[in-house]
């Protein structure tokens, strides 16, 4: 038996495996780029679902030629203060994106810091074959084509160009709710898709969910042991035969987490059928050195210290704010009226693009 290392070219492509199941999930990848470097308006191009094109375009810090070819290696990123991995508070963290998806891609990364000029390198399934001066406005843009054009096993399992844009957009919205503050635009086979403008986060999400929710829904907001819920859920006669419209955040980043999933059914419980499901956009903000993010490549899955604490807040907060609708609503026998939850909601003028601080943000949680 002999032993040998994995040349970079495969650990690349092992890689892109994990971090790159799919068009949507390489377009996760560079807008949470996009964000990390600070941009205040990020624009997405699609072609056919991403599979012809994905391209981001961001007005944020930009890099420097000599930090372009770096972000192109792997496990390089700028985003280690420290080597405190547990108190990251970016998107990115492993350096992992941009080296895999050049890997089974052609991809172009064109570059301007502020002051000085772009410049762009074109990366042809993990080779560099062009680099040079680039026209563009401060910031970056990337473009992905040919993705997996060159690994069958993966292009096998690509859907419909429709199934991969309705995944694409999912990923958009759901990077759109955790960042509020940022700006976004859409467009997929040349048409605008999405607008958003920087606001706050109920404004954010009720442009996004289904629309229905601001006279079927119920705001919530409740906290305890420094851990704090907020956003909007559903009232039980307002449901889907789907999970798709449910819109889960730790600490502004969309999570998949099971724990958070079968906390939300749990609370639904007796209350809806069981093969129906709830829409929800639920915000939880939790002591960074309560929540271990670096448990899964894409980041989609948490770690929390107190798992049953995390549950019984979610559990409790909207079993409380259900019982308390069903009440009132029977009170003034008559299901659902209307709920004000966008109308009173005006949109503020933005702040200066930091962070979004859920703890200003007020979701207004009874209509009396
Ligand atoms: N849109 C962007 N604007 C500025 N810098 C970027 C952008 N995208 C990537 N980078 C730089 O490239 C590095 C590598 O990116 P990536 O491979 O996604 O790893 P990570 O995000 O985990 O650091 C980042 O740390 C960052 O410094
Ligand atoms: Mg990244």
Redesign the pocket.
């Known amino acids: 038996m002999s032993i040998k290392r994995l040349p970079p070219e495969l650990i690349n492509r092992i890689a892109a495996g994990e971090v790159v199941e799919r068009p949507a999930s390489a377009l996760k990848?560079?807008i949470?780029?996009?964000i990390?470097?600070g941009a205040n308006h990020v624009a997405v191009r699609l072609s056919a679902g991403g599979l012809e094109l994905i391209e981001v375009a961001?007005d944020?810090?930009?890099?420097a030629p000599d930090?372009m070819r770096l972000?192109l290696e792997r496990h390089?990123?700028?985003?280690l203060p420290d080597e405190a991995i547990d108190r990251v508070t970016?998107?990115?963290?492993?350096?992992?994106?941009?080296?895999s998806i050049a890997s089974v891609s052609r991809l172009v990364l064109e570059?301007r810091v502020r002051g000085s000029d772009g410049w762009r390198i074109e990366i042809d399934h993990g080779e560099e074959i062009a680099e040079g001066p680039a026209g563009l406005p401060p910031g970056?843009r990337?473009r992905i084509e040919r993705l997996f054009e060159k690994v069958p096993a993966r292009r096998k399992f690509l859907r419909s160009p429709r199934a991969e844009y309705s995944a694409c957009l999912d990923s958009v919205k759901r990077l759109a709710m955790a960042r509020s503050d940022v700006g976004f635009t859409l467009d997929h086979d040349g048409r605008r898709i999405l607008t958003l403008q920087p606001s706050e986060a109920p404004t954010r999400v009720a442009e996004l969910l289904a629309h229905e929710l601001d006279r079927h829904g119920i705001g919530i907001d409740c906290a305890r042991e420094g851990i704090r819920l907020t956003g909007v859920i559903s009232l039980p006669t307002f449901n889907r035969g789907m999970a798709d419209q449910q819109f889960l955040f730790v600490n502004s980043r969309p999570v998949k987490d099971r724990l958070l999933v079968g906390a939300l059914r749990a609370a639904y419980r007796d209350l809806i059928a069981r093969d129906r499901h709830p829409i929800a956009a639920l915000f939880l903000d939790v002591p960074l050195e309560e929540v271990d993010v670096n448990v899964h490549p894409a980041k989609t899955e948490v770690r929390f210290r107190d798992p049953a604490a995390v549950r019984g807040l979610i559990v409790g907060g909207l079993r409380r704010a259900l019982d308390e609708e069903g009440q009132r609503s029977a009170a003034h026998e008559q299901a659902a009226a209307p709920v004000m939850w966008t109308s009173d909601l005006t949109p503020q003028p933005r702040d200066n693009g930091g962070p979004a601080v859920l703890q200003d943000i007020g979701f207004p949680r009874s209509r009396e």
């Open positions: 990848e560079l949470e780029n996009s990390d470097a961001d944020g810090c930009g890099m930090e972000a390089a990123t700028s985003k970016t998107f990115g963290f492993r350096g992992e994106a941009l080296p570059s970056t990337i």
